[in-house]
């Protein structure tokens, strides 16, 4: 209902003979120019936002990927290439890909996520295996896209590599470990130092102290 223009015909046998039948066609051709502009807009706005989401992925810390029924990757984002050490062109289309990350519970059961479709729930947190033959330890989410069917299409999974949290926990359960040991080594060396040190002597009007020194 709002005016957004003005299409011009011009007829050389002037507009005195034009009959309702013509009227009504170019009517109906400015609606669906009009109908065009906005179509247009709407594409613009769509790829706007596509263009936003594409720097967005590009973007984040998350690796995320999405795989097709057969296990093949449709999608394979900047920060997954640095978690894997595997560029996007090697990977996309070829399932054999994620094979070779060996995907695997923390306890090392293997997950083949090429399956995902005949899968139940998967695993949020897994190990793979990357170039060099580093370990990383993933915390995983994922999504399944499905038609209005019900048919699923595609599997949307995002990443976060915490590996550094992983070893640093390590490094603390160490370091505690270490702390409980010395602890009791030097509960050790106390009892002994004490089984040692002979008795203060008692004499009359004096007040005698014994110290161990270690040599």
Excluded at 60 to 68: K, N, Q, R, Y
Excluded at 72 to 85: C, D, Q, V, Y
Excluded at 123 to 150: D, K
Aim: with cysteine; glycine share 8%.
């Amino acid at each position: 209902g709002r005016r957004t223009g003005v299409r011009i015909v011009w007829d050389q046998n002037g507009v005195e003979g034009a009959s309702a039948g013509e009227l009504a066609v170019l009517e109906a051709v400015a609606r669906e120019t009009a109908g065009t502009f906005s179509k247009g807009r709407m594409l613009a706005d769509v790829l706007e936002e596509r263009r936003k989401l594409a720097e967005l992925i590009d973007a984040t810390s998350d690796g995320m990927l999405s795989l097709d029924p057969s296990g093949a990757p449709l999608a394979w984002n900047p920060a997954l290439e640095r978690i894997t050490g595997m560029a996007a062109a090697d990977a996309l289309g070829s399932p054999a890909a994620v094979l070779r990350l060996r995907p695997r519970t923390l306890d090392g059961h293997d997950v083949d996520l090429t399956r995902w479709a005949t899968l139940g729930e998967l695993p949020t947190e897994l190990r793979i295996s990357v170039a060099g033959g580093t370990v990383r330890r993933l915390s995983c989410s994922f999504s399944r896209v499905a038609e209005e069917t019900g048919q699923e299409t595609a599997l949307v999974v995002v990443v976060r590599d915490i590996t550094a949290a992983e070893e640093m926990e390590a490094l603390r359960e160490e370091f505690d470990r270490m702390a409980e040991q010395q602890i009791a080594s030097r509960t050790v060396v106390e009892q002994l130092q004490q089984a040692v040190v002979p008795p203060a002597p008692e004499v009359a009007e004096a007040e005698f102290g014994v110290e161990y020194v270690p040599t």
